[in-house]
C-alpha cells in the first residue's frame, strides 16, 4: 500500500507541473522585438482632428527597420543614411501612406536635446528611403523614424548613433518657469489648460509680432497644416508627435491636443510659417507626476 500510496503522489506532482507549464502565457512573441524600437512604447502622433483614437496602447508590430551610414558618421560632414522598411519575414515594405505632405517624418536629436532637426528622407523604392545626414557635432544623437505603412499603423523606429568629431558641452535639460520666447521677430508663447499626466490637455501657442505686439494672423501652412509639435521625454524614452487640432488655423492661436503618458521633463519644439520661412521654437517643460 505504501508504494502505491508513493506512486500516486508522484504521478499528481508530475501532473500538476505539467498543467502549470501549460498554463503560461505564450503570447510574447520574441521573434517581433525590434531593438531599434523605444524601451517604451512611444505615443505618437496625436491627430487633433480626431480625439477620440488617442491612445497609447501598443499596436501590432509587423516592420523591422535598419538603419545604416555609408561610412562612419562626421560631424560637419553630409553623409549617406539608409533607412530600410521591411515586414518581420524581411520583405521590403512597398507602400507607404502620406502623411501631412510626406512619407517619413525624421526627428533628430542629441541625446541632451540641445539639437534638434525634422527633416524628410526621399523614398528610392523597395521600402529604401535615404537621406545626406548632417551632424553639427560629436556625441550621441537619437534618431525617430515616423512613417504610416499603407494600411497600417503609424509607426515610429529609433536608432541610437555616435558621431565623430568635435563634441560640445551638454546643456542638462531644465524647467523653464517663463514660456514665452522670440525667435526671428515673433515673440511665441506657450500656455496649457491643465498639465496632468495620462490626461488629455490643450497646448495653445499664441504668436505675435516681437516689436509691435501685433498678433500674427497669416501664418501659412507647414506640411499641410498651421504648424507641429514634437515632444521628447528628457531620456528620449517617449516621443510625441502633434498635429492642430485646426490645421486651417492661420494665427494668432494654434491649439493641440495631446496627453503626456509620464511625468517628468519635456522638451517641446513647436513649427510654424510665415512668409516662406519655417520657425522652430523649443520650450522645457516639468509635467507633475
Known amino acids: 500500500m505504501k508504494r502505491r500510496f508513493l506512486t500516486l503522489v508522484v504521478f499528481s506532482l508530475i501532473i500538476s507541473v505539467f498543467l502549470a507549464a501549460c498554463s503560461k502565457d505564450d503570447s510574447m512573441d520574441h521573434g517581433d522585438m525590434?531593438?531599434?524600437?523605444n524601451k517604451k512604447q512611444p505615443v505618437t502622433s496625436h491627430e487633433g482632428m480626431n480625439h477620440g483614437d488617442m491612445t497609447s496602447t501598443p499596436q501590432k508590430d509587423n516592420t523591422k527597420v535598419e538603419f545604416s551610414f555609408n561610412e562612419k558618421p562626421e560631424s560637419g560632414k553630409q553623409i549617406p543614411l539608409n533607412i530600410?522598411?521591411?515586414?518581420?519575414?524581411?520583405?521590403?515594405?512597398k507602400d507607404f501612406e502620406v502623411e501631412h505632405e510626406k512619407l517619413m517624418h525624421l526627428i533628430v536629436v542629441s541625446k541632451d536635446l540641445s539639437y534638434f532637426d525634422h527633416i524628410h528622407p526621399e523614398y528610392k523604392g523597395s521600402g529604401?528611403?535615404?537621406?545626406?545626414?548632417n551632424f553639427p557635432s560629436?556625441?550621441?544623437?537619437?534618431?525617430?523614424?515616423?512613417?504610416?505603412?499603407?494600411?497600417?499603423?503609424?509607426?515610429?523606429?529609433?536608432?541610437?548613433?555616435?558621431?565623430?568629431?568635435n563634441k560640445v558641452r551638454t546643456t542638462p535639460l531644465t524647467e523653464e518657469k517663463e514660456l514665452t520666447k522670440v525667435v526671428d521677430g515673433k515673440e511665441v508663447t506657450l500656455k496649457f489648460d491643465h498639465l496632468m499626466t495620462e490626461m488629455?490637455?490643450?497646448?495653445?501657442?499664441?504668436?505675435?509680432?516681437?516689436?509691435?505686439?501685433?498678433?500674427?494672423i497669416n501664418l501659412q501652412p507647414y506640411l499641410g497644416a498651421v504648424?507641429?509639435?514634437?515632444?521628447?521625454?528628457?531620456?528620449?524614452?517617449?516621443?510625441?508627435?502633434?498635429?492642430p487640432i485646426d490645421e486651417k488655423a492661420t494665427g494668432p492661436d494654434a491649439k493641440f491636443m495631446t496627453?503626456?503618458?509620464?511625468?517628468?521633463?519635456?522638451?517641446?519644439?513647436?513649427?510654424?510659417?510665415?512668409?516662406?520661412?519655417?520657425?522652430?521654437?523649443?520650450?522645457?517643460?516639468?509635467?507633475?507626476?
Open 34 to 37: 525590434d531593438h531599434n524600437s
Open 200 to 216: 488629455d490637455l490643450t497646448m495653445t501657442f499664441t504668436i505675435k509680432d516681437a516689436n509691435t505686439k501685433q498678433p500674427i
Open 259 to 289: 496627453s503626456f503618458p509620464e511625468g517628468g521633463l519635456y522638451k517641446i519644439w513647436g513649427q510654424f510659417q510665415q512668409n516662406g520661412k519655417v520657425i522652430t521654437v523649443p520650450f522645457t517643460i516639468n509635467v507633475p507626476k
Open 128 to 133: 529604401l528611403f535615404t537621406i545626406n545626414s
Open 227 to 243: 504648424g507641429h509639435v514634437v515632444a521628447i521625454s528628457g531620456d528620449t524614452e517617449t516621443y510625441l508627435h502633434v498635429h
Open 84 to 93: 530600410q522598411v521591411n515586414n518581420k519575414n524581411g520583405q521590403p515594405i
Open 138 to 165: 560629436g556625441g550621441e544623437y537619437k534618431l525617430f523614424a515616423d512613417f504610416v505603412p499603407k494600411g497600417a499603423e503609424k509607426m515610429v523606429k529609433t536608432y541610437d548613433v555616435t558621431v565623430a568629431g
